[in-house]
């Protein structure tokens, strides 16, 4: 948004008419911070700061960030429309002669014909950039064994050569399938809906890349590898941009077909022989970005795991990261077990294929011991009634059970709210899709990750206990209305989409200063 746009929106903000739809989730143990799931209605209550605005979902308050939403004004029109509509009556707008394309501007068709020249453009000076990569700079790379090893140039170019040799190939059926006299004529669908599957393989360059950053930005301080690259990029007659700028262009690629697969469908009449290929590649393709960020996310956190279970006090038994790559979710429950029935305040955390359960020091209550966990894959969620359990001899309010297959083992977790034990309910289905979608996705996390994550964990984890904080200052930080501003913001994904379907929590970038003792 401009600053007109702001200025509307805290206008609306104040009138009290704006909420907001969230995009993808936002799971947070700060209590500062206000904890949401895709598709929830948050009630915008401040929105002056560009980044971290103040909402309220139910009874909870806290900061959130403002990209993780999408404004709605009365709860029903989208933001953006909202804007429109007021620049259109700014403006006397109406409808003009020339339809919605506006007076001069030319048809649909050559609308059309303008994205499909786009499309085969970038293509083929896509390919180019391959092309000069592979032969420009791994193939002489390759000549120096005394300046790099195998290894560093797997890491730099991580599989750059099979992208150019999918790319040759995927640039071949466009070809085919192009129309030079009649572009909006083409029909260029069905090449993107042939190759949906191939597309896959820029996961693990996408998911490769901070790597080869980081090892490239390491090379570039030794002088000669500054000539190197240099003469690698004159001998090769490129464009005056840096490697790494040639680097990032396969990340920028595969986030660019979706959306100029939407402008395509967008000048596509229903009509058109090509329209229903072209919806169908748009919606494969933004799942191949999805499932590319997906990947993305998951690997970047589990170096924050690593991070949370080595600020977990009294940890026992193998590490988080042995089963599982993602936090789900993680709230306040009352745990009942038998045979004693006795409730027990408990902080969980859902992660995939295990629910994990803590205990809140009782001065800092931001310090946690480890009490134990359950195997998500031997558990069934059972929603329970309000009223007498004939299972435990009590009554019950807003529970559910957590029962292995033979009954043998029965956890009765209670919430304070219903809304509460239905947030609950949706994050233990979310958690069977997760782990179904993993096993057909084949997504895994190799042990050579996980070992090196948990390195990452102790080496970076501080030493020594500073004082505690009263209970009393506790409580009064969190009466405040508007407690200090979060200074961390979500770490930014390399790939950006139109509409990603989650970004990193904060949770994890607070998650330093949340338990960072070790014992």
């Not at 609306?12 to 993808?24: N, P």
């Amino acid at each position: 948004m401009g600053f007109q746009d702001a200025d509307i929106t805290v206008q609306l903000i104040s009138d009290g008419s704006v909420c907001a739809e969230a995009l993808w989730d936002h799971v947070t143990m700060d209590d500062q911070e206000l904890g949401f799931k895709a598709g929830d209605v948050i009630e915008v209550v401040d929105a002056t700061n560009k980044e971290w605005w103040w909402g309220r979902v139910l009874d909870s308050e806290g900061w959130f960030p403002a990209s993780f939403v999408r404004l709605r004004v009365n709860q029903d029109e989208p933001m953006e429309e909202y804007l429109a509509h007021l620049d259109g009556a700014s403006e006397g707008g109406g409808a003009s002669m020339g339809g919605p394309l506006g007076p001069g501007l030319p048809c649909k068709e050559q609308m059309r014909a303008n994205v499909i020249n786009e499309i085969m453009s970038t293509e083929r000076d896509y390919i180019k950039h391959l092309k000069d990569i592979c032969e420009g700079y791994i193939k002489q790379c390759r000549k120096r064994t005394d300046m790099f090893t195998e290894e560093q140039l797997r890491t730099i170019f991580g599989n750059i050569d099979e992208l150019y040799r999918f790319q040759k190939k995927f640039l071949k059926a466009l070809e085919k399938k192009f129309n030079k006299d009649h572009p909006h004529l083409s029909e260029i669908g069905s090449c993107f809906l042939e190759h949906q599957t191939n597309f896959q393989i820029y996961s693990e360059y996408c998911n490769n890349h901070p790597n080869a950053c980081v090892q490239l930005s390491k090379l570039m301080k030794i002088k000669k590898y500054v000539f190197f690259f240099e003469a690698c990029r004159l001998l090769q007659k490129m464009i005056d941009i840096s490697l790494d700028g040639f680097l990032l262009t396969p990340v920028q690629k595969i986030c660019k077909y979706p959306l100029q697969l939407a402008e395509l469908l967008k000048y596509t009449n229903p009509q058109h022989r090509d329209y229903k290929d072209v919806e169908a590649a748009l919606n494969a393709m933004k799942n191949v970005a999805r499932l590319i960020n997906e990947r993305k996310r998951r690997l970047e956190n589990i170096d924050k795991i690593a991070q949370w279970q080595s600020s977990i006090e009294d940890w026992e038994g193998e590490d988080i990261l042995s089963r599982s790559s993602d936090l789900i979710f993680s709230g306040d429950l009352t745990k009942i077990s038998q045979p004693q029935a006795k409730g027990q305040q408990r902080m969980f955390f859902l992660f995939d294929h295990q629910l994990v359960f803590c205990k809140k020091d009782l001065l800092r209550r931001d310090i946690l011991y480890y009490k134990g966990r359950l195997d998500m894959d031997q558990m069934q969620v059972v929603d329970v009634e309000d009223g007498k359990d004939k299972d435990f001899n009590v009554s019950v309010k807003n529970a559910l059970k957590l029962c292995s297959p033979g009954g043998e083992e029965v956890h009765l977790l209670c919430a304070k709210k219903p809304e509460q034990k239905q947030r609950w309910l949706r994050a233990f289905a979310d958690e069977r899709e997760q782990v179904q979608h993993d096993l057909e996705t084949g997504f895994t996390i190799t042990e050579v990750q996980k070992k090196q994550a948990m390195l990452n964990a102790s080496k970076s984890h501080p030493t020594g206990k500073p004082k505690a904080v009263t209970r009393p200052y506790y409580d009064f930080l969190l009466r405040q209305k508007h407690p200090t501003l979060p200074t961390s913001l979500p770490q930014q994904q390399v790939i950006m989409l139109a509409e990603p379907k989650r970004k990193t929590s904060n949770f994890w970038h607070n998650i330093g200063r949340l338990t960072p003792f070790k014992k």
